[in-house]
T-cell receptor
């Protein structure tokens, strides 16, 4: 079952912050975050593992609440280059162990 | 050197034709995937191979047949193309299938248009 992302779209000015949420109805092993720019391939940002820590690099970080099966991506002091569609991908336990199922995407637009 | 390369980048063909998309990765990864991205940007897994073995086969029409001659290559053959097959097809790879602890590296995609 597909994870649900919110919001569907975000419009920011440079320097503003944003949070994108990802929620699943299944017990999760890991959550991935990707960014896709128009006409390009999705690019891996980070992965959060069950029992792992909050991760981040530069001004993008993420958290994973195992009990609620939710993850959030935090973008601080946004830059023009952050524009794109952000996808979370979830990998559940059990027989779906290795399969990554993507959310519907969140379109982030950063204006000067 | 491109990590995951797909050919062709664009494919325009008529209904009923048969076409193939090729994918190669030079990352030494064990697992490769085919994903379909529709016009609403929804990314849906189709197939996955781990070391040439088919491990994920989603509910995909049997007109789609993947083949992995070795762990660095994964091809997708589509028979009797239909209008609804129009989409962007992405190949991806990851170091391991189980557990899913590594990010995927995606190819640049093949935009298939069926007319």
């Amino acid at each position: 079952q597909q994870p649900v992302q919110s919001p569907q779209a975000v419009i920011l000015r440079e320097g503003e912050d944003a949070v994108i949420n990802c929620s699943s109805s299944k017990a999760l092993y890991s959550v991935h975050w990707y960014r896709q720019k128009h006409g390009e391939a999705p690019v891996f940002l980070m992965i959060l593992l069950k029992g792992g820590e909050q991760k981040g690099h530069d001004k993008i970080s993420a958290s994973f609440n195992e009990k609620k099966q939710q993850s959030s991506l935090y973008l601080t002091a946004s830059q023009l280059s952050y524009s794109g569609t952000y996808f979370c991908g979830t990998a559940a336990g059990g027989t779906s162990y290795g399969k990554l199922t993507f959310g519907q995407g969140t379109i982030l637009t950063v204006h000067p | 050197d491109t990590a995951v390369s797909q050919t062709p980048k664009y494919l325009v063909t008529q209904m009923g034709n048969d076409k193939s998309i090729k994918c190669e990765q030079n990352l030494g990864h064990d697992t490769m995937y085919w994903y379909k991205q529709d016009s609403k940007k929804f990314l849906k897994i189709m197939f996955s191979y781990n070391n040439k073995e088919l491990i994920i086969n989603e509910t995909v029409p049997n007109r789609f047949s993947p083949k992995s001659p070795d762990k660095a290559h994964l091809n997708l053959h589509i028979n009797s193309l239909e209008l609804g097959d129009s989409a962007v097809y992405f190949c991806a790879s990851s170091p391991l299938y189980h557990p899913p602890s590594y990010g995927y590296t995606f190819g640049s995609g093949t935009r298939l248009t069926v007319v």
